[in-house]
């Protein structure tokens, strides 16, 4: 399956933790850029980290110092480790994978990139 699968996401209470995974296809995995995106509600979509294949790593300043983006490429996972967690850390949480051109896979061909989006896992940080 190429398109990439959230999950982890639940209710927390402020200062609490929480992990987040996503899964996506092994045969592109370990050669994309995963990155994690939040929606929350109303608002515009925001990059909250990035993970290149060799493991460097972004993140967005609002969250810098609480989360960790990692990834396990033998076992095609993504993780955000997300600590001292805020009500307005509460959204919708999308995993992203952009995979290098060209390429094919499950009859789906592309040139330069391929970007496929995630359903998203709700996080909820309420007390």
């Known amino acids: 399956q190429v398109q990439p699968v959230e999950s982890g996401g639940g209710l927390v209470q402020p200062g609490g933790s929480l992990r987040l995974s996503c899964t996506a296809s092994e045969s592109i995995f370990s050669r994309s850029t995963m990155t994690w995106y939040r929606q929350a509600a109303?608002?515009?979509?925001?990059?909250?980290?990035?993970?290149?294949?060799?493991?460097?790593?972004?993140?967005?300043?609002?969250?810098?110092?609480?989360?960790?983006?990692?990834?396990?490429?033998?076992?095609?996972?993504?993780?955000?480790?997300?600590?001292?967690?805020?009500?307005?850390?509460?959204?919708?949480?999308?995993?992203?994978?952009?995979a290098p051109g060209p390429g094919k896979i499950?009859?789906?061909?592309?040139?330069?990139?391929?970007?496929?989006w995630g359903r998203g896992t709700l996080v909820t940080v309420s007390s």
């Open 42 to 98: 109303g608002n515009q979509r925001e990059l909250v980290a990035a993970i290149t294949p060799n493991s460097t790593t972004d993140y967005a300043e609002s969250v810098t110092g609480r989360f960790t983006i990692s990834r396990d490429n033998a076992k095609n996972m993504m993780y955000l480790q997300m600590s001292s967690l805020k009500p307005e850390d509460t959204a919708v949480y999308l995993c992203v994978l952009r």
């Open 106 to 116: 499950d009859g789906i061909q592309w040139g330069t990139s391929l970007e496929v």
